[in-house]
């Protein structure tokens, strides 16, 4: 008696003819990438100055030095946190061989791992002349990548970042800068000091 070979029969016999001569030599990894394990930049009253996103206006005859110091947790807490401030840094794309880059030129920073969850990034800013003045900070456990975009951390979700703006108000005060034009149009350009 023969017995006919039906398709799912002629499936079964090629799939063991197939794996009789497939030998595998090495083992088959699946290992999944770590979690992100991102920094927080954390608002905390009384130890982040001046607190997040808070518009900051100096009359002419206040200090015009505004100093920073913004808590990051993190529970990456042995090895260092990459940041960067950027003060008024221009968002134009610059041309380079082989495409443009809109990165920023100011070098990544460290703050020392401490075993502590919780660190703190301090900076001081001279504001002297009347204006509008944007300030970042950038937060990273593995740093920035430069992939020619702006602020691309290297490993993807790995990032953090806080604004504030200072208002340094000219003299006579009658002449003062509108707050709501500022976020739109900054008008100075400074080195932080």
């Not at 982040?48 to 808590?71: A, E, H, W, Y």
């Not at 504001?127 to 593995?142: A, F, H, N, Q, R």
């Not at 979700?157 to 707050?179: H, N, S």
């Amino acid at each position: 008696m023969l017995h006919a070979v039906t398709p799912r029969r002629a499936v079964t016999i090629l799939s063991v003819v197939a794996m009789g001569a497939c030998m595998v030599t090495n083992p088959v990894s699946f290992q999944q990438e770590a979690p992100v394990n991102r920094p927080f930049i954390r608002d905390i009253l009384g130890s982040t100055v001046p607190r997040l996103g808070q518009i900051v206006v100096l009359q002419s005859t206040d200090d015009p030095t505004v100093s920073f110091n913004v808590p990051v947790d993190s529970t990456v807490t042995d090895q260092p946190l990459q940041y960067q401030w950027l003060f008024n840094e221009p968002r134009d794309c610059v041309a380079l061989d082989g495409g443009t880059s809109c990165e920023p030129t100011i070098p990544e920073l460290e703050v020392a791992a401490t075993g502590a969850t919780e660190r703190v990034i301090s900076r001081q800013f001279r504001v002297d002349t009347p204006g509008c003045y944007k300030v970042e900070l950038w937060v990273s456990t593995t740093g920035f990548a430069r992939s020619g975009d702006f602020h691309t951390p290297v490993r993807p979700g790995d990032l953090d970042f806080a604004t504030w703006w200072i208002i340094r108000q000219p003299t006579p005060p009658t002449a003062a800068i509108d707050v709501s034009t500022c976020q739109l149009d900054p008008t100075q350009s400074h080195t932080p000091s």
